[in-house]
């Protein structure tokens, strides 16, 4: 089930073979732990200081405040900042290739067309998040959450800001993570699951999900094993920002569940995020789907391999 080491992701992992050490490594990881949680501070404090002139309240209770809109996003605006938070994150990534491996951040994105990848992706994905959007509407109580030509207006910086906050997360997981791993050990499923693991770990949430807090790191794992699939055969991380971004916009723009990310959400479900028992059905029904698609993908993948072998045999 799982791809194999190919050419393609050969030359993928290529620049991690030049710095080698396990210590230099362990040291990267922690900088970038501790980078990206400095540069977030320092984004919101920039916030809570913005806040804090614009209202002349005081800095300390502007922090505050904006740090609980982050950590609950209910308006467009406490959203659009949770995104912007994730410049932190690119940042923290550039830094850390920059520094310890001296090389740029593009070594992460992979060799070939990722811009093609991408778009083909997206434009993949796009009738398939089209119609999980219609059977989401006609088969729960979603409720409108912004008026639509409000909606609109907020995509215009979502959008960008979406994109660097999928860009960020692949980068630091299925580049950065997997070009790590893949160059220290031969086992496909270090180097495949160990960084989805790590992945959906930090999306447990169990002060939010409760007994579904388990589900949500299945799920997100799961997501992580098919980018990494996509990226494991493309060579390039083109097409796993593509999946990213087009699952994040379904999941944070068009429909989301009440209680979670939905500050600019088009639709908002009925059920809210604590009624557990519900909310378990959507997230099975979550993985199922993810599943299904991972299948049918395969297949295609599978056929598209074996008329490739057919016209090579006829030349």
């Given at each position: 089930m799982l791809p194999q080491m190919n050419d393609k992701f050969d030359a993928f992992i290529a620049p991690a073979r030049e710095h080698t050490g396990g210590l230099l490594f362990l040291g990267a990881v922690l900088f970038l732990?501790?980078?990206?949680t400095e540069l977030t501070f320092g984004i919101i404090g920039l916030f809570g200081l913005g806040v804090s002139l614009i209202d002349g309240t005081d800095i300390a209770h502007s922090f505050s405040s904006v740090s609980g809109d982050i950590a609950d996003p209910v308006t467009p605006q406490s959203m659009i900042a949770v995104l912007v938070t994730f410049i932190s994150m690119l940042a923290a990534v550039w830094l850390t290739v920059g520094l310890f491996r001296g090389q740029s951040i593009r070594t992460l994105l992979g060799t070939g067309a990722v811009l093609r990848n991408f778009l083909i992706t997206c434009?993949?994905?796009?009738?398939?998040?089209?119609?999980?959007?219609?059977?989401?509407?006609?088969?729960?109580?979603?409720?409108p959450n912004l008026p639509l030509p409000e909606w609109i207006f907020w995509m215009l910086p979502a959008l960008p800001?979406?994109?660097?906050?999928?860009?960020?997360?692949?980068?630091?997981?299925?580049?950065?993570?997997m070009q790590e791993f893949a160059m220290r050990f031969s086992s496909r499923w270090i180097w495949i699951v160990l960084p989805s693991l790590i992945f959906g770990c930090l999306h447990f949430d169990p002060s939010k999900f409760g007994s579904n807090g388990i589900l949500v790191v299945l799920a997100t794992t799961l997501f992580g094993v098919i980018a990494s699939d996509l990226t494991i055969r493309t060579g390039n991380l083109g097409a796993a920002i593509g999946l990213h971004f087009m699952n994040n916009f379904m999941a944070m723009m068009l429909v989301s569940l009440d209680g979670t990310m939905n500050g600019l959400s088009l639709f908002v479900t009925q059920t809210h995020v604590s009624q557990h028992s519900e909310v378990r059905g959507f997230l099975l029904t979550d993985i199922g789907s993810i599943v299904v698609l991972y299948g049918i993908y395969l297949l295609g993948m599978r056929w598209i391999e074996r008329r490739r072998e057919r016209q090579l045999s006829r030349r």
């Amino acid at each position: 089930m799982l791809p194999q080491m190919n050419d393609k992701f050969d030359a993928f992992i290529a620049p991690a073979r030049e710095h080698t050490g396990g210590l230099l490594f362990l040291g990267a990881v922690l900088f970038l732990l501790l980078a990206y949680t400095e540069l977030t501070f320092g984004i919101i404090g920039l916030f809570g200081l913005g806040v804090s002139l614009i209202d002349g309240t005081d800095i300390a209770h502007s922090f505050s405040s904006v740090s609980g809109d982050i950590a609950d996003p209910v308006t467009p605006q406490s959203m659009i900042a949770v995104l912007v938070t994730f410049i932190s994150m690119l940042a923290a990534v550039w830094l850390t290739v920059g520094l310890f491996r001296g090389q740029s951040i593009r070594t992460l994105l992979g060799t070939g067309a990722v811009l093609r990848n991408f778009l083909i992706t997206c434009a993949v994905m796009a009738p398939v998040v089209a119609v999980f959007f219609l059977v989401t509407l006609s088969g729960t109580s979603a409720t409108p959450n912004l008026p639509l030509p409000e909606w609109i207006f907020w995509m215009l910086p979502a959008l960008p800001l979406l994109l660097i906050q999928v860009s960020s997360e692949e980068l630091v997981f299925r580049g950065y993570l997997m070009q790590e791993f893949a160059m220290r050990f031969s086992s496909r499923w270090i180097w495949i699951v160990l960084p989805s693991l790590i992945f959906g770990c930090l999306h447990f949430d169990p002060s939010k999900f409760g007994s579904n807090g388990i589900l949500v790191v299945l799920a997100t794992t799961l997501f992580g094993v098919i980018a990494s699939d996509l990226t494991i055969r493309t060579g390039n991380l083109g097409a796993a920002i593509g999946l990213h971004f087009m699952n994040n916009f379904m999941a944070m723009m068009l429909v989301s569940l009440d209680g979670t990310m939905n500050g600019l959400s088009l639709f908002v479900t009925q059920t809210h995020v604590s009624q557990h028992s519900e909310v378990r059905g959507f997230l099975l029904t979550d993985i199922g789907s993810i599943v299904v698609l991972y299948g049918i993908y395969l297949l295609g993948m599978r056929w598209i391999e074996r008329r490739r072998e057919r016209q090579l045999s006829r030349r």
